[in-house]
């Protein structure tokens, strides 16, 4: 029993790691890049003192690296070893939904769960990048990202559903409002000065494509349990 709890922790830490990494690496590259910026003299108009804030926005990118991670666990997106093992694209139309609300079988608590999923993401994202300070940015960004997910879910022959994409984008919208409220009580700005483009753009993608292209649940399965079929 230890040693089947030891190899699930390992499990889970390699699920959590795929997507992490490439976020991690590539939020050292624009930390670097950011620091050479200050140097030359980039303004940072931030209210918080700045050292605070530098250490709240790392906290903050950490906090969205593991959302990002859990979003991608939790929802089974695609990866390519899904495509590999299934010989092909081969998209099961059964599983496919493109009319939206149109699931006589639909669940309100699964309507609510894919509104409150990408809530955090509507939060973080303008609190940790200025450029995305819109509602309509926050908006477009969470459509995307659920497009994403819901894209790569043909290849694993989990459905593929418009009302997952629309349900997110509300959330996504909720968590911005959510910000605004926090930002006017609190008076914090954590975000920093956009100096590279499309920054956060680039690290969701980071943490989707880590997913998509490292991890192999079941080849890990099949190397830590001896007994899981094969």
């Known amino acids: 029993m230890r040693n089947t709890a030891l190899l699930d922790i390992l499990f889970q830490i390699y699920i959590y790691a795929c997507p ?16 050479l910026q ?4 980039a303004d940072d108009v931030s209210k918080t003192p700045p050292r605070r804030a530098e250490i709240l926005h ?3 990118l950490a906090l969205f690296g593991v959302y990002l991670a859990m979003v991608l666990d939790v929802t089974a997106s695609g990866t390519l070893y899904d495509l590999l093992r299934s010989g092909g694209l081969a998209i099961n139309t059964a599983t496919v939904n493109l009319i939206p609300f149109s699931d006589p079988d639909y669940s309100p608590v699964g309507y609510t769960l894919n509104v409150i999923m990408l809530m955090p993401f509507g939060f973080l994202l303008p609190t940790l990048f200025r450029d995305k300070r819109k509602l309509w940015k926050t908006a477009l960004s969470g459509a995307l990202f659920s497009v994403l997910i819901e894209c790569s879910q043909l290849l694993n022959y989990r459905s593929t559903d418009v009302d997952d994409v629309i349900l997110n984008t509300l959330g996504a919208g909720i968590g911005y409002l959510i910000y605004r409220l926090f930002a006017r009580v609190t008076r914090y700005d954590i975000g920093q000065a956009d100096g590279i483009p499309c920054e956060s753009a680039i690290l969701v993608l980071a943490a989707f494509l880590g997913k998509f292209l490292l991890y192999n649940g079941y080849g890990l399965a099949c190397l830590l349990y001896p007994l899981y079929p094969g």
Request: with cysteine; hydrophobic share 45%; charged share 15%.
């Open 20 to 35: 992490l990494l490439p976020f991690a690496i590539i939020c050292f590259l624009f930390s670097y890049q950011k620091r």
């Open 38 to 41: 200050k140097k030359n003299g």
């Open 58 to 60: 790392g906290i903050g």
